[in-house]
């Protein structure tokens, strides 16, 4: 074998595969709807409002979106926490 050589290098992806980009589209107020009422079972809150206005200003996910939601049982506390991450997307 030579020094440097990787053993089994025909096994591996060419590198074209490996560098394949997944374009995921941003977070919109009627997704924040869809996955509200999915992860929390909340079809109206009096923070939906406020809520909806940052998503048109943060660029978020909707995974980071169910993120927050998914941290606290409660839909107070998911929908508050859910705003002040929003708050630290925009801010950083």
């Given at each position: 074998m030579v020094y440097g050589q990787v053993v089994?290098?025909?096994e591996l992806?060419?590198?074209?595969?490996?560098?394949?980009?997944?374009?995921?589209?941003?977070?919109?107020?009627?997704?924040?709807?869809?996955?509200?009422?999915?992860y929390r079972g909340v079809t109206q809150h009096n923070q939906f409002e406020q809520t909806e206005d940052l998503i048109g200003k943060v660029e978020i996910t909707p995974a980071e979106v169910a993120e927050q939601l998914l941290k606290d049982s409660d839909p107070n506390n998911a929908l508050g926490g859910l705003i002040e991450g929003f708050f630290f997307f925009?801010?950083?």
């Open positions: 089994g290098t025909k992806l060419p590198w074209s595969y490996m560098d394949a980009h997944i374009n995921m589209s941003y977070c919109t107020p009627c997704g924040f709807r869809f996955l509200a009422s999915n925009f801010y950083m």
